[in-house]
């Protein structure tokens, strides 16, 4: 079955500092896998996408890894803001294009 | 930056009416999708639409819902007669092209509350 499971589903840190979300998928077969950021009572807004060929890739203060053979992804933030309060959500998409969605993990800022 | 716009933000409705939600894609992309979320669920995929006719659907996606592109620049779904369990937040997603890098670009969403 096509699954993507997050992890922690929530997190709390002080700003300023760093923390690492996790993402294990069972999605085949596999094209890319994507991080999105999304607010409170608004749409997901992407942040990285990689292909299978690609381990690391960058946006500012976000990090996104990939180990394909393991079907393992992590989103770090670095020098977390008050902003980066959200629900990061890890999608998988298959050959066809099809999107399997995480439940997402919950970050929150605290000053 | 194009947008997907989706209106409206919030609406509420009795259970057995019909309601429509209505997108507006960025303009020159040619696939476009609805996905929904339930409070505190991961989001779901609804539909897909591409050259004017549904190129996927789930099976939430049964006969109460419709989606329809009547004029070349909205994008539109219909649920004929809602039900309490319809209530979740409706985002309308589009893309360019299919392909690995190419991104969905998703609206930010409308807020269904049937009551």
């Known amino acids: 079955k096509n699954q993507v499971e997050q992890s922690p589903q929530s997190l709390i840190i002080l700003e300023g500092k760093n923390c690492t979300l996790q993402c294990n998928y069972t999605v085949s077969p596999f094209s890319n896998l994507r991080w999105y950021k999304q607010d409170t009572g608004r749409g997901p807004v992407s942040l990285t996408i990689?292909?299978?060929?690609?381990n690391t890739k960058s946006n500012g203060r976000y990090t996104a890894t990939l180990d394909a053979d393991t079907k393992q992804s992590s989103l770090h933030i670095t020098a977390s803001q008050l902003s980066d309060s959200a629900s990061y959500i890890c999608?998988?998409?298959?050959?066809?294009?099809?999107?399997?969605f995480g439940a997402g993990t919950t970050v929150t800022v605290r000053a | 930056e194009p947008e997907v716009t989706q209106t409206p933000s919030h609406q509420v409705t009795q259970m057995g009416q019909e309601v429509i939600l209505r997108c507006v894609p960025i303009?020159?992309?040619?696939?476009f999708y609805w996905y929904r979320q339930i409070l505190g669920q991961k989001v779901e995929f609804l539909v897909s639409f591409y050259n004017n006719e549904i190129s996927e659907k789930s099976e939430i996606f049964d006969d109460q819902f419709s989606v329809e592109r009547p004029d070349g620049s909205n994008f539109t779904l219909k649920i004929r007669s809602t039900k309490l369990e319809d209530s979740a937040m409706y985002f309308c997603?589009?893309?360019?092209?299919?392909?690995?890098?190419?991104?969905?670009?998703f609206g930010s969403g409308t807020r269904l509350t049937v009551v």
């Open positions: 997603a589009s893309r360019i092209r299919t392909g690995a890098t190419y991104g969905y670009t």
């Open positions: 999608v998988v998409s298959r050959n066809d294009y099809k999107l399997s």
């Open positions: 303009s020159n992309h040619l696939y």
């Open positions: 990689m292909t299978f060929s690609e």
